[in-house]
């Protein structure tokens, strides 16, 4: 069975400032993790994956996470926040002959002026 | 390239009624996966399809069911609704190739609200 831990379900920051959204996971077999963004009334974005190759990965809009197999987390976090980036954040795990993603329960993000 | 598209937007249905909700794949997606999102929660995964055959299933009774039709198009029912049936029914498409591989990339459409009275 795989899931996935999302610690804080509300973070605040002020604008220019570090974001650091927290996932750990949980996973049997070798995992696979990825990082969404939902903004209001919309679908889920990919922001970037982890797929066993470079443990650091970068995605859209100045984010990035790294893998860390003895932590089993996989953080995502963007060096200066912009007001655009408030929206909710999700991390998700698949892996194995596991095609369905497994979600967290999601870290609201908010962006102070 | 045409995105993943859900309909309708939104839709209010009464205790016991039945419901289908529609999803249009991403152009040259093969595979439908279809999740639940209950509100202040993380989507939670129901069944996927690939080529018009279910290929895996969540913790779903089987009051929810779905098609996936030739040109990969696809269809959420549910049967007999209830009021914690009420909630975000989002639909992701992906693949070009195999049915659904964990590294597959899932495209969101934007969701059909559903409330149940």
């Known amino acids: 069975a795989q899931s996935v831990t999302q610690l804080g379900s509300h973070v605040s920051v002020s604008e220019g400032a570090l974001v650091l959204l927290r996932c750990n996971y949980s996973?049997?077999?070798?995992?696979?993790l990825f990082w969404y963004v939902q903004y209001p009334n919309q679908g889920l974005q990919l922001l970037l994956k982890y797929t066993s190759a470079a443990t650091l990965v970068k995605g859209i809009n100045g984010f990035e996470a790294e893998f860390k197999k003895s932590e089993t987390s996989f953080h995502l976090t963007k060096p200066s926040a912009h007001m655009s980036d408030a929206a909710e954040y999700f991390c998700a795990v698949s892996g194995g002959s596991n095609y369905k993603l497994t979600f967290g329960k999601g870290t609201l993000l908010t962006v102070n002026p | 390239e045409t995105g993943v598209t859900q309909s309708p937007t939104h839709l209010i249905k009464t205790r016991g009624q039945q419901v289908t909700l529609r999803c249009s794949s991403q152009s040259g997606h093969n595979t439908v996966s279809w999740y639940q999102q209950a509100l202040g929660q993380g989507p939670q995964f129901i069944f996927q399809y690939y080529r018009e055959e279910e290929n895996g299933r969540g913790n779903f009774p089987p009051r929810f069911s779905g098609l996936q039709f030739p040109n990969y198009s696809s269809e959420l029912n549910v049967n007999a609704l209830e009021l914690d049936d009420s909630a975000l029914y989002l639909c992701?498409?992906?693949?070009?190739?195999?049915?659904?591989?964990?590294?597959?990339?899932?495209?969101f459409g934007p969701g059909t609200r559903l409330t149940v009275l």
């Open positions: 996973s049997s077999v070798p995992p696979y």
């Open positions: 992701a498409s992906s693949g070009g190739g195999l049915a659904g591989g964990p590294t597959d990339t899932q495209y």
